[in-house]
């Protein structure tokens, strides 16, 4: 009997577009800004899926890559109602080990929205940003 060939599925296919990662919105449903990006997203044809990131996890699993590709002082909400309830001890010295502790306990710390296309990672909305990367 002949040998079968296998594929290596971890291969790309020949004369086929890789396939896409799907791009993820994180943020809270209910946010004024979360509903301009998810308009604009909408308005502008980007296909994506939200992830409520004040469910259990969500935050605190994708926290050390978003703060390696962003940066944790783009990520902390500083000007939020949040910050604002933290005792003075929370707020004073924050690095970044205390500022990932901190949203992973608080994720609405977490500055919205957080697009991930896989490739980018936008941290805020500006429609002139948004158009400007995922154009």
Same mark, same amino acid.
Request: aromatic share 8%; net charge positive; charged share 25%.
């Given at each position: 009997?002949?040998?079968?060939?296998?594929?290596?599925?971890?291969?790309?296919?020949?004369?086929?577009p890789?396939?896409?990662?799907?791009?993820?919105?994180?943020?809270?449903?209910?946010?004024?800004?979360?509903?301009?990006?998810?308009?604009?997203?909408?308005?502008?044809?980007?296909?994506?899926?939200? *992830? #409520?990131?004040? !469910? +259990?996890?969500?935050?605190? =699993?994708?926290? @050390?890559?978003?703060?390696? %590709?962003?940066?944790?002082?783009?990520?902390?909400?500083?000007?939020?109602?949040?910050?604002?309830?933290?005792?003075?001890?929370?707020?004073?010295? *924050? #690095?970044?080990? !205390? +500022?990932?502790?901190?949203? =992973?306990?608080? @994720?609405?710390?977490?500055? %919205?929205?957080?697009?991930?296309?896989?490739?980018?990672?936008?941290?805020?909305?500006?429609?002139?940003?948004y158009?400007?990367?995922?154009?």
């Open positions: 009997m002949g040998r079968v060939k296998t594929r290596n599925y971890n291969t790309p296919i020949p004369n086929h890789p396939p896409t990662k799907m791009t993820k919105l994180y943020g809270i449903k209910n946010c004024d800004t979360m509903k301009k990006a998810m308009n604009w997203l909408t308005d502008n044809g980007v296909t994506y899926e939200f *992830v #409520d990131y004040k !469910k +259990a996890g969500v935050a605190e =699993a994708n926290l @050390p890559d978003w703060a390696a %590709r962003a940066g944790w002082e783009k990520l902390l909400n500083t000007r939020g109602l949040m910050w604002k309830k933290l005792s003075d001890e929370e707020r004073a010295a *924050v #690095d970044a080990q !205390k +500022a990932l502790k901190l949203m =992973a306990q608080y @994720p609405a710390l977490i500055k %919205r929205p957080v697009l991930d296309t896989g490739n980018k990672l936008l941290v805020g909305f500006t429609p002139e940003t158009a400007a990367e995922l154009k």
